[in-house]
């Protein structure tokens, strides 16, 4: 009860970014996956890595025993908001059991406020016609001497001169 979640998908662990955008809203990740056993340390690390960066729980279930010429070796676990494994099956099917407290979370975001520092940046793409000028603001927080956050904004105008050309900003 009261435990927000987002859910991801084994390939997800690659793109921290993805992970960090709804890091305010989640006290939980739940990762379902096909993780095969030839990378099994990169499942391992990125789990640990998620959790860490992102001050929550990580709740990921790996599949276990072969299929299409690979191996799974399942490591399926529960990594607490520190990084530290609270529950861990490898190579066999099992059922794991940890407790999930968002009330820890809070605690963990509490006692280490970084998560309001993090620069996310989003990729813009923008198909223009011929004549149009872009004004793209992009915002990043900064701090000041004394640690309090103000907004730093940067613009460039981008001039098209043919249609359909796309941007990215």
Known sequence: EGLRLSLFVCYDLRFADEWWAVAPD?????????????????????????AIENQAYVVACNRVG?????????DSMVVDPVGEVLALAAGDEALLEAEVDPARVAQVREEFPFLADRRCRRRLLVRLEEGDVVLA??????????????L?????????????????V
């Open 137 to 150: 603001a992009l915002v990043g927080r900064l701090a000041d001497d004394r640690g309090a956050g103000r």
């Open 152 to 168: 730093d904004h940067r613009h460039k105008d981008v001039g098209v001169d043919r249609p359909g050309a796309e941007v990215g």
């Open 66 to 74: 072969r299929g299409g010429k690979l191996d799974y070796a399942g």
């Open 26 to 50: 989640t006290d939980a990740y739940l990762c379902v996956a096909n993780w095969p056993s030839a990378r099994r340390r990169h499942w391992q690390a990125l789990l640990a890595a998620r």
